[in-house]
């Protein structure tokens, strides 16, 4: 009886849940999405040859010690209790690169020059609006995803792949000593998601979910595991996308296979995140690990299969 009840418990846990299906879906939207945009920024056909694919590396330093100052700025306000000063700073960033995102989507509208003004104003504004004075998990979602694949596009034109490859290594190592070691990443989380700061996705089981504080520092029971809400920090999808997005451009006319394997390894190590891993985890180990494997199988598929 207790063996058959476990074994229910266990395959309970190891089936994924609506919350983690829908994480998935937009993993994959916003790799979609960002190389739609580099396709749009770096012309009709990709190719490496627009750009060194290893040109990236002293971006890559800069991204991680941006990163790295952000995370002590972030904990150092939120124990002095004024974490709310910050929530202009990411909401006005995140905004600036919705702009960006829309500005270049709707140059290839076909409309006049007046839309055009008015239809890349009018979406950051609302963003900004609903950000701002709306506190709904749903408005920070749509804006983390357009933020997550604008900064894959942008980045992943800008690193190259082989920077990309050396930036999600070191942002995963990272990630695994920020939650696991440090642990200030749980304060971030808990910050942010406090304070209605946008840097996490709220994805809950029900649609009229309203938010209501986040402890990720007291030890779970079983009945917590089970939580109606998952909670992913915009990075664990923008930041493995970098690598999907420029592996795709560095694919030059077999893009297909570069942009393709990096992502399945995307979905394939997240679905490993959400099965096997226990809450709260780091998300790039895996995610990254599962995007880095697929452009390796992606750069020997072609090397070997295809020449």
Known sequence: MNITN??????????????????????????????????????????????????????????IIAVVLMSAVIVYFSKKHKIGILKYLFVGSMVLIIFLVTSILAAFLPINIYEYYAISFAVPLLFLYALLFKNHWLVSDAAGLITSAGLAAFWGIDVGVYAALTLLALFAIYDYIAVYKTKHMLTIAEASANSSIPLFFIIPKKANFKFQGLDLHKEEDEKKEKSDVLILGFGDIALPNVLVVSSYLYGGVNWFYFALFPLIGGIIGMTLLFLYVKRPAPGLPLINGGVMLGFAFAFFFVLLALK
């Open 6 to 63: 476990g074994r229910r418990k266990l395959e309970e846990k190891r089936n994924l849940q609506l919350p983690e299906i829908t994480a998935i879906l937009l993993f994959m939207a916003s790799a979609m999405a960002g190389m739609f945009i580099a396709y749009l920024l770096n012309g009709i056909e990709p190719s490496s040859s627009s750009g060194n694919p290893s040109n990236g590396f002293g971006l890559v330093l800069y991204y």
